[in-house]
């Protein structure tokens, strides 16, 4: 396997864990700590947040330094991060919290770019294959992220899950070592002099640039709204135990990336547009589910199909995206792509929380139909 794919994937998998671990524990967290309980979510909306404000000053910074060097100060920024979330919890400060959620968002904009640098480490015709080998790390974080939540939220004797934080920080340290790994992408130096750059109005106004954007906005804004309110749904409004939410999550998160075993062979086989299709009807299955009833089975089910929706979308909408912009432009049009997505997301996070609380989990659900028809 190339080398930089490998190191790509192993830190996907590490850099990765934080975000399920926040899936699963930042809204209950947030509702022990927040002054109001509608702002439970707050501390996942800002992870998201984090992520959409800093895709630009991330794909630029990697612009200037390269992606390694980027990639790490991602890292040492997630690090800091969790540590003030130890500090947070030991002192009762939902504000510390939200800041650290916020940072540890930050990078999530680094983490993002893995797919990028992937596409630039191989071939144009592996490209499919060389993204979707890098989303199977993820696999691994849905089982780290709350397992390090479930099994360390004791291990410090200065708040619930102070020891989870303190574990991620941990985890976070070791992805700079793996990352000291990753080499220079493939790109040549006379590709990306020769290749000219268009204005960045040019490179948007293209129907399959705007498609690619759009089928990732859709695929990011549904699975966060319904993902987000996942946890406060079940454990705290239909009182199901925090095991039982973790398996939830768990198969959620393991069902949007173990596609990527054969999503992109998957793409070769089939074209672009009938994965993507795809995608969106699977998603859709997600809430047909959410309205027939809530019991576990129901939950673990309509995530599951969400995650596989996702990733047919997602994994499409990159590929797609590869294909808009010459070497020379990739940077900007990854920035425009990314800022975008994530600035989309980050509405669904915010509004996750005051949702689920004050309309029901089927109003959830049911907000995500109009933009799967777009």
């Not at 191989?122 to 709350?146: C, D, H, K, Q, T």
């Not at 106004?205 to 699975?223: G, R």
């Not at 294909?323 to 990854?334: H, L, V």
Request: include cysteine; proline fraction near 4%.
């Amino acid at each position: 396997m190339n080398r930089n794919i490998l190191v790509l994937a192993l830190s996907q998998a590490l850099g990765l864990s934080g975000a399920p671990m926040i899936v699963l524990i930042g809204g209950i967290i947030g509702a022990d700590l927040a002054p109001d309980k509608s702002w439970a979510t707050l501390p996942l909306a800002l992870l998201v947040i984090g992520g959409a404000a800093f895709t630009i000053p991330a794909a630029l910074l990697m612009g200037r330094i390269g992606r390694r060097l980027g990639f790490m100060t991602g890292m040492a920024i997630a690090l800091l991060s969790s540590l003030v979330a130890v500090y947070a919890i030991s002192t009762e400060s939902f504000l510390l919290f939200c800041l650290s959620t916020l940072g540890l968002g930050t990078n999530m904009a680094f983490v993002q770019q893995y797919r990028f640098a992937a596409a630039e480490s191989v071939e144009p015709n592996y490209v499919g294959r060389a993204i979707s080998l890098v989303l199977i790390g993820g696999i691994a974080a849905a089982f780290l992220g709350p397992e390090l939540a479930k099994n360390s939220r004791e291990w410090l004797p200065i708040g619930p899950y102070s020891g989870s934080f303190a574990s991620l920080a941990a985890i976070y340290l070791f992805n700079m070592v793996v990352m000291s790994f990753l080499k220079k992408p493939h790109i040549s130096t006379a590709a990306v002099e020769t290749g000219g750059k268009r204005p960045l109005k040019e490179i948007i106004s293209q129907p399959l640039f705007l498609t690619a954007v759009l089928a990732a906005m859709v695929a990011y804004w549904s699975m966060t709204f319904i993902m987000t309110a996942t946890p406060v749904s079940m454990h705290i409004i239909d009182g199901f135990s925090l095991a039982d939410t973790a398996w939830v999550v768990q198969g959620h998160v393991i069902a949007m990336f173990s596609p990527s075993l054969f999503t992109g062979w998957l793409i070769d086989r089939f074209g672009l547009g009938k994965m993507m299709k795809s995608g969106i009807i699977l998603m859709t299955f997600c809430v047909v589910i959410a309205l027939i009833e809530r019991h576990l089975i129901h939950y673990w089910s309509g995530l599951f199909l969400l995650g596989i929706g996702w990733n047919f979308l997602f994994v499409g909408g990159t590929t797609l995206l590869t294909r808009t912009y010459r070497p020379a432009e990739r940077f900007k049009a990854q920035a425009f792509n990314d800022f975008t997505v994530y600035g989309f997301q980050a509405t669904a996070s915010l509004s996750a929380g005051a949702i689920v609380f004050y309309a029901g989990w089927e109003i959830i659900n049911l907000t995500t139909l109009p933009l799967l028809l777009i």
